[in-house]
């Protein structure tokens, strides 16, 4: 059993106040924006240390364990709207922990302080036009002149991309073929020849900003390398790590809203001269998704615990991420037709979170490269 602390409870306590009163009530009005303000939210969640909870004090983190990740992203998936819930995780858990792990000390000065402070917005951006799932086909190259790297290239479907203060960005820094050419750098979003192309229009997660940015001769020093040269893949692949794990918080998060609400309204609407929720068909489905979400957020507290002793968590990571996603669009299904026609309706929050739900199994990795991870970890391939 996870050994949650009377810190704990006290931080989850505080992620539900705040997002409570700092986001549940603008939710309608972001996603009729398509963006969530995130330069006035996030110094707001900086002022509660909640933008680097696990990074080093000297850099404005809290120094905290993983399970207080796990809390963060549970009680913002839980209030919702899932959109700025994930683009917090883009700050806090896939744009930030290389830079952390492996970024100089003058890249951290420059680059994560704000970002924990809540002065920058960060983004990653590693998908592009012609390359998803498959990062070592990437095309965006850096090509080294002097004491600058000079970057052409596109990247697609960037959360963050059009606020972004600055991007993590894996690029083509050498010739070689595969994933050994990779290197991950710190580019500044006014940095001349960095362009948002266009905002893109989403299916769900509205209420965050997704972006095709380009690169036309962009130049940043080689300074602004995090890591070495060409080890940018195995950085990106521990940061995707850190994004998979979060991703399956959020999401327990969502699913337990989901079904509560879905059960309170049950036991209001009455139907045939008795409230829906004494249909057996109706609760006893409810009851099997509950307990399903019940695994998994015991799953995901054991891989935060392995998480904390330093183990590799890899298929920890990846099987969460992959019931996360399949479960989340169970449960989106079932609340909206629990809810009849006024579940269909855009005035009703199951229409968003059905909208929504699918992103689980495509964002950070879709449920078919889980799968072909899965199948190698565990024998199932040639």
Sequence with gaps: MVAFTAEHHDLRKLVRDFAEKEIGPYADEWEANGIFPAHELFPKMAELGLLGLEYDTAYGGQGADHL?????????????????AMGIGIQTD???????????????QRYLVPAINGEAVCS?????????????????????????????????????GTQADWICLLARTADKPGYGGLSQLVVPTDTPGVRVQRKLDKLGMRSSDTAELTFTDARVPV??????????????????QNERLALSYAAVGGMETALTRTAEYLKTRQV????????????????????????????????????????????????GKLEAG?????????????????????????????????????????????????????????
Excluded at 68 to 84: D, K, M, S, W, Y
Aim: glycine share 10%.
């Design 272 to 319: 045939f001269g008795k409230p829906l929720i004494d249909n057996q068909h109706l609760n006893f489905t409810l009851a099997g998704l509950s307990a399903r979400v019940d695994m998994l957020r015991h799953y995901n507290y054991a891989a935060a615990e392995a998480y904390i002793r330093g183990e590799d968590v890899n298929r920890f990571a990846t099987v």
């Design 68 to 84: 207080c990740t796990v809390i963060l992203h549970e009680e913002l998936g839980r209030v919702g709207p899932a959109g700025v």
């Design 223 to 240: 300074s602004n390398t995090i890591g070495e040269v060409g080890l940018g893949f195995y950085q990106q692949m521990s940061q995707f």
């Design 326 to 382: 399949r479960l989340a669009r169970e449960i989106a299904a079932t609340c909206l037709q629990f809810h009849g026609a006024v579940g269909y309706m855009e005035e009703m929050w199951t229409a968003r979170y059905f909208r929504d739900s699918p992103v689980w199994s495509i964002g950070g990795g879709a449920d078919e490269v889980m799968l072909y991870v899965l199948s190698r970890l565990d024998g199932y391939h040639a």
């Design 124 to 160: 990653v951006a590693v998908t592009e036009p012609d390359t998803g799932s498959d990062v070592t086909a990437l095309r965006t190259r850096a090509v080294r002149d002097g004491d600058d790297w000079v970057i052409n290239g596109a990247k697609l479907y960037i959360t963050n």
């Design 94 to 108: 896939m744009a930030t922990p290389s830079l952390h792990h492996f970024g100089s000390e003058e890249l951290k």
